[in-house]
């Protein structure tokens, strides 16, 4: 598989040249290289490992050591593999830490099955669900994403904006798509809206002309669709309008995606969502960094993915040891203020000053502030499609 063959070449990077002197500190990235968000993840894996290989080669982190990224697939949907993925992560491989995992689902399963147990910090990119704020983490799960129940409010809020106060809903039927229905619904109609009807769909079917029907015969002015652009989001999307139930879409963060706009082509334009973003002069270092290492900084959460892998870097040195320990008691610390501001490009010297026992607080890509239960207060890019492309309409 390709993501296999590109954690390969990364090691192998790791043997030669400027990597070569520092003794290798392996910390995982499990992701869904394969299932629902597969046209996603490899961006996002090439973003950590972007924040990675900037830390080992400042030659500033833990006195020459470097960082070996290992990838492990989380499928996004499956459970069970998911589990057994970061089992081999933390057992067979000894990864002090995971950047990941992705989706709300597997995310859950592996923090209860494996991360916590072992006393190992994951940082997720992009696992919303409302559920992990209070899931019993013993302070090891975090987040640079922003949670759901803050998404269902700003997608809601576009709506009401454009004055549209009738909605039929669908949404994956998985943590992450009934929480940002739950969300969504409970503002919308807050704010005067009201439902007509709010239905799971299963991904993975070939027909959803059952589930467009229903949706259909309840009508509304848009179907809000809240599921994954690879999977059944956009098997619904197409059903709707070949079968003329529905020409106007809003949509939730798991369809963004150039593949929704590949597979439906002009027909989506005109469709309105929502998606974690940031802007400012973390998101323009971010940008001006990944392009210099051939990264494309273009995509949902690339930003949040190379946050949470400097954060993981960032805590072991603040912590002086490359331990699950280490990471565990200063990632917050290095996360907030206060101490000095450090952009992407700048982890060198974030290096530099903690281990010279200065402070930093990690601005990253995102505007990083981790509140509450280690989580990101988060912006998100309201967009619209417009000639085949997503273009930004505001940030909320």
């Not at 057994?84 to 099955?113: E, K, P």
């Not at 930003?303 to 490359?322: F, P, T």
């Amino acid at each position: 598989m390709k993501y296999l063959a590109t954690a390969t070449a990364l090691s192998a990077l790791l043997a030669t040249g400027a990597l070569a002197d520092g003794h290798a500190v392996k910390v995982g990235i499990i992701l869904g290289f394969t299932g629902p968000i597969e046209s996603l993840t490899p961006g996002m894996a090439d973003s950590a490992e972007l924040a990675f290989r900037e830390v080992s080669e400042s030659g500033q982190f833990l006195d020459g050591n470097v960082i070996e990224p290992v990838r492990a697939d989380s499928t996004c949907v499956d459970s069970a593999s998911a589990t057994a993925a970061a089992d081999r992560l933390v057992t067979a491989d000894g990864v002090v830490a995971i950047m990941g995992a992705d989706c709300s689902g597997v995310t859950t399963a592996v923090a209860n099955n494996t991360a916590v147990p072992n006393g190992v910090v994951m940082v997720s990119p992009s696992a919303t669900s409302p559920a992990l704020s209070t899931i019993e983490d013993n302070d090891l799960f975090f987040r640079t994403s922003p949670s759901d129940a803050r998404q269902g409010e700003v997608l809601a809020s576009v709506l009401k904006d454009k004055g549209i106060t009738s909605v039929a809903v669908t949404y994956t039927n998985n943590d992450y798509g009934k929480g940002l229905s739950d969300s969504f619904i409970s503002n919308f109609e807050t704010m005067g809206g009201s439902i007509t009807i709010n239905a799971a769909h299963e991904d993975g079917k070939g027909d959803y002309s059952a589930e467009v029907g229903a949706l259909a015969s309840a009508g509304g002015d848009l179907l809000v669709v809240l599921g994954y652009a690879d999977q059944g989001g956009v098997g619904i999307i197409q059903s709707a309008l070949d079968t003329g139930a529905f020409d106007t879409f809003a949509l939730g963060d798991g369809m963004f995606s150039e593949s929704l706009i590949e597979a439906i082509g002009d027909d989506l334009n005109g469709t309105i969502g929502t998606v974690p973003w940031s802007e400012g002069e973390g998101t323009d270092a971010f940008i001006a960094t990944a392009n210099a290492a051939s990264v494309d900084p273009d995509g949902p959460y690339r930003s949040e993915s190379y946050d949470a892998a400097a954060l993981i870097a960032l805590a072991m040195q603040a912590g002086g040891e490359a331990t699950k320990e280490a990471v565990a008691a200063n990632l917050l610390a290095v996360a907030n203020a206060p101490g000095e501001k450090i952009l992407p490009g700048e982890l060198a010297k974030g290096l530099e000053i903690l281990k010279s026992g200065g402070q930093i607080d990690y601005v990253g890509a995102t505007n990083v502030e981790l509140i509450g239960p280690g989580e990101a207060a988060g912006t998100y890019r309201e967009y619209e499609v417009k000639g085949g492309a997503f273009e930004t309409i505001s940030f909320r």
